[in-house]
């Protein structure tokens, strides 16, 4: 089974229909070799509820432009309704806000008595002058409505109130309330969910009130409700849903970016993306649970862009998923993006054959001009990247000794950056008189033998238990270059191996670069 470094997921991470969501990895696979299997297993923080998004709205618009103007992310025409007249909410800062003199609604015709409808509010006051903004739902008419907000309270102190209200023929009744119930001056979310009777109201994700109303429950319009004194800013709002009921969840697709190096999602999104032949069906995601899921099998559409003819083992492949039916402007779910916390990134995890492997010498550096010493905490490292994938199993090393060096330990690291990261994979130690006094190759086998992909980078790393006059290691500086060994640079460390430095930074210009004699071998070296 081969695993793939993650390398980056951008994009968006969440997503729904035209909303993609991409996964780019750095994948060392040769070209032309055979997927056997391959899985997709990203990190879900959540799952949308598997209904219908029927109004979306951000508010993103030009300052000054009024609500009833306004194009919605997406619903239904004619959009935003001003219901009263001269009761303005126009956009600043990308938020709605309100200006008012009395009661004010605005309403979207959804079409469904029921559903959820979500929005983000914010109320203040001004002396004495107190705002009041929140849902409005199942409105009729002026006269005929329900709404639930919050209003900042006046008295010491800045609190914040809520009220759960319906009008019936003109006439307001207090259906629950609860008063200085949080701090004002802070954004809370507020949610209605309506079910054939019932209404539950929340507040930041808490239930507030519950009620039945087998009276009123017919009506389609929801939106936002508000009410102030004079005619100052009282209320924002901001990221208004409606969410109607019913709708399944569509199967999620997927398929691969199909080009032979896929570019990062910072320079083209998901969705704008050629699309490979190749699709695979993952069926319902309404079983995928908050954590790692695993995806079924997405070996064809990875087996096409790594059969393509420039693909080369260490390129960059992303996949990407959509929903297989129109969802509207929903998303389907959010994951964890590496960027945001690089442990909970999307994994790939790949089992294939490959199309060639490597056998006896494998990567190597022979032409070094002086020697670098080292010792008990002064390491020295040589990074290299395998052009074929092969297990390694000895390292032959130039060294030459200039008094009691000790035992050699060289041992083989993964890398990090360019540079050597966590314990030895795999070991071996060179005896002190094993180290020729007039400079030769040193042959050490590696236990437990490393098995090493194409195109990875990885660090040899050698130390000695005696002075750091007593024994170096052959290598070459080139200022201003060529690069001697264009797979690896040559490293250095002063604390034992806890943090490195490329030895071409040290005491040298820029454009310098520095590598050991080295050579890295499939079999026991001679």
């Known amino acids: 089974m081969g695993y793939t470094d993650v390398d980056v997921f951008a994009g968006r991470d969440s997503f729904g229909n035209d909303v993609y969501g991409g996964f780019r990895f750095v994948v ?11 899985q997709l297993e990203p990190y879900l923080e959540q799952m949308y509820p598997a209904d219908e998004v029927g109004v979306l709205d951000h508010f993103s618009d030009v300052n000054g432009t009024d609500l009833n103007v306004h194009a919605m992310d997406f619903g239904p025409a ?12 126009e956009i600043q800062s990308n938020q709605a806000l309100a200006a008012w003199l009395g009661d004010g609604f605005y309403s979207v015709e959804c079409n469904n008595t029921d559903g959820t409808i979500i929005t983000d509010a914010f109320v203040i006051d001004v002396g004495t002058n107190k705002g009041l903004g929140g849902i409005l739902f199942r409105y009729d008419d002026p006269d005929n409505y329900w709404w639930f907000g919050i209003t900042h309270t006046l008295g010491p102190g800045p609190w914040c109130s809520w009220y759960l209200y319906k009008v019936v023929g003109g006439s307001q009744i207090s259906v629950d309330s609860l008063y200085k119930w949080q701090h004002s001056y802070v954004w809370h979310n507020l949610k209605v969910v309506l079910d054939g009777d019932n209404i539950k109201c929340y507040i930041d994700g808490s ?5 039945d109303d087998s009276a009123h429950n017919d009506h389609t319009k929801h939106g936002l409700f508000f009410r102030g004194e004079l ?25 691969c970016d199909d ?4 570019d990062g999602f910072d320079v083209d999104l998901p969705d704008t993306r050629t699309l490979t032949t190749a699709r695979e069906d993952l069926g319902s995601i309404s079983g995928w649970t908050a954590g790692w899921n695993k995806t079924s099998d997405i070996s064809d559409i990875i087996q096409e862009v790594i059969s393509r003819p420039g693909w080369e083992c260490g390129n960059h492949l992303s996949v990407i998923l959509y929903p297989a039916a129109a969802c509207s402007d929903a998303e389907l779910m959010r ?8 442990a909970l990134g999307a994994k790939l995890y790949l089992g294939y054959i490959s199309s060639s492997s ?3 010498k494998e990567e190597y550096y022979d032409a070094g001009a002086a020697l670098l010493m080292f010792g008990s905490t002064d390491w020295l490292a040589q990074t290299f990247t395998p052009a074929l994938p092969h297990t390694l199993k000895s390292v032959r090393l130039y060294l030459d000794k200039d008094g009691t060096c000790g035992t050699v330990t060289v041992g083989i690291r993964a890398t990090s950056g360019g540079q050597p990261t966590g314990a030895d994979l795999g070991s071996g130690t060179i005896a002190e008189g094993d180290v020729p006094a007039a400079g030769g190759w040193v042959c050490v086998d590696i236990t437990p033998n490393v098995a090493l992909p194409c195109g990875a980078v990885y660090a040899i790393v050698v130390r000695a238990d005696g002075d750091l006059s007593s024994i170096g290691w052959l290598y070459t500086v080139n200022e201003g270059g060529p690069d001697p060994y264009s797979g690896g640079e040559m490293q250095f460390s002063d604390d034992s191996g806890a943090t490195w430095t490329d030895v071409a930074d040290i005491g040298h210009p820029a454009g310098t670069f520095a590598d050991a004699d080295f050579e890295e071998w499939a079999d026991a070296c001679p």
């Open 78 to 89: 004619p959009g935003w309704i001003e219901e009263v007249v001269g009761k303005t909410i």
């Open 358 to 360: 490597g056998s006896g």
């Open 231 to 255: 005619g100052t800013p009282r209320g924002y709002w901001d990221d208004f849903e409606y969410i109607a009921p019913g709708t399944p969840s569509p199967n999620l697709i997927a398929a």
């Open 28 to 38: 060392n696979v040769l070209q032309g070799s055979e997927i056997l299997s391959a």
């Open 259 to 262: 080009v032979d190096d896929s």
């Open 335 to 342: 994951v964890t993006s590496y960027d945001g916390n690089s």
């Open 207 to 211: 239930l507030q009130a519950e009620t």
